[in-house]
Structures are given as C-alpha cells and as structure tokens.
C-alpha cells in the first residue's frame, strides 16, 4: 500500500482512484496541448508527464524512485546505475520507428518512477512517434497479454513489441479516443513487486 495524499488505506480503492484521476488528467494534457512543447524523447518531458499525471495523488509524482523495483523475475534498473541510464536514453536516436521503439525498451527497464511508469511512458512514446514520424500507438489493437510478453522479452529481444507496435501504428495522431486508450490502467496492469533496499 502506498503512502497518498488522498489518505486511502485500501489498496483497492487507491487503485480506483488512481485510475480515475489520471484518466482525468491525461485528458487535460491532450485537450489543452501541454505536451505540444515540451522537448521528444527526453526524460524530463517523461517527469512532466508523470508529475501532471499523479501530483493530486502521490508525494512522489515526477521524481525519480528510491527504491529498487521488480516485476516477477526481472530487476528493473538497480539505483546505482539509474540516473547514466536515463541520460543514456536521452541521448539514444529517434528518427525511425525502430528507433523509437529501442528507445522506449530502454526506458521500461529504467522504470524511474515508483508507480504509474507504464501509463506515462506510453504517452511518452505516442508523443516521440507522433512529433517523428506522424504516427501514435492505437492500443485497443494491442492484446494485453502479447504486450505484456512482449516487453517482458524486450531487453533480450525486441523484435516482437516492434511487431505488435507497428501493426498497431495509425496516423489519427490527434484523435483524443485513441490518444486515451494508452493510460487506461485496467487494461494494462501495472502491478510490480518492489524490493526495499536502503532509502536515498
């Protein structure tokens, strides 16, 4: 159960309203074109995402986590290495969809945040291919179970969420429909077991 400022003590409700709010606020950075300057490709644009995205509901929101995450048997990127590992990703290309995608396998190991790194790094990504090459991700055409696979082998072998990914490439960039089915929380899990290590 995490620490919130909404003062939940039940994680099930924690997660409603989690969902809800950022939903919400996921809404409010399309309608209201916040992300139409912000610089592609780079983690700061990813901390502002993830600060607008969870500011009303965790202290936390848009800083770099001070714990060592995992989901089943994978370590995300271990605290000693993380911070060169996000300046790494900077500083990786993004011209082609390859690139693009490579770029965001990387930032799924990195994992910085403590909570809500996959409904904020899709966004991310929607706003590297659209402002790249004129494309967005439509998620309702992504199983979730293949996805889940998918990223699960990336860091070993990527050419199967570039597949799932590229199938699923439209050029309704600005469609607020498709644009919302990347945060939907109850259709991506994001459930991650974390590993406590010494507090930074």
């Given at each position: 159960?995490?620490?919130?400022?909404?003062?939940?003590?039940?994680?099930a409700?924690l997660?409603?309203?989690?969902?809800?709010?950022?939903?919400k606020k996921?809404?409010?950075?399309?309608?209201?074109?916040?992300?139409?300057?912000?610089?592609?490709g780079?983690?700061s644009?990813?901390?502002?995402?993830?600060?607008?995205?969870?500011e009303?509901?965790?202290?936390?929101?848009?800083q770099?986590?001070?714990?060592?995450?995992?989901?089943?048997?994978?370590r995300?990127?271990?605290?000693?290495?993380?911070?060169a590992?996000?300046?790494?990703?900077d500083?990786?290309?993004?011209?082609?969809?390859?690139?693009?995608v490579?770029k965001?396998?990387?930032m799924?190991?990195?994992?910085p945040?403590?909570?809500?790194?996959?409904?904020?790094?899709?966004i991310?990504?929607?706003?590297?291919?659209?402002?790249?090459?004129?494309?967005?991700?439509?998620?309702?055409?992504v199983?979730?179970?293949?996805?889940?696979?998918?990223?699960?082998?990336s860091?070993?072998?990527?050419?199967?969420?570039?597949?799932?990914?590229?199938?699923?490439?439209?050029?309704?960039?600005?469609s607020r429909e498709?644009?919302?089915?990347?945060?939907?929380?109850s259709y991506?899990?994001?459930?991650?077991?974390?590993?406590?290590t010494?507090e930074?």
């Open positions: 159960m995490l620490d919130n400022k909404l003062g939940l003590t039940c994680s409700d997660a409603r309203e989690e969902e809800r709010i950022s939903k996921a809404a409010e950075l399309f309608e209201q074109g916040i992300l139409d300057d912000l610089p592609t780079q983690f644009t990813l901390q502002a995402i993830h600060q607008y995205l969870f009303d509901i965790y202290d936390f929101a848009g770099i986590r001070k714990i060592n995450i995992a989901k089943g048997n994978f995300f990127a271990p605290l000693v290495y993380l911070e590992a996000l300046d790494n990703i500083k990786m290309p993004q011209s082609t969809f390859d690139e693009i490579e965001y396998v990387e799924n190991i990195a994992h945040f403590r909570e809500g790194n996959g409904r904020s790094t899709r991310w990504l929607d706003h590297i291919l659209k402002k790249e090459i004129g494309k967005v991700v439509d998620w309702s055409l199983d979730k179970d293949d996805y889940l696979l998918a990223m699960e082998r860091p070993i072998r990527d050419i199967e969420i570039k597949h799932l990914l590229r199938e699923a490439l439209t050029d309704e960039i600005n498709v644009y919302m089915k990347g945060i939907d929380h991506y899990y994001e459930g991650y077991t974390t590993f406590k010494e930074l």
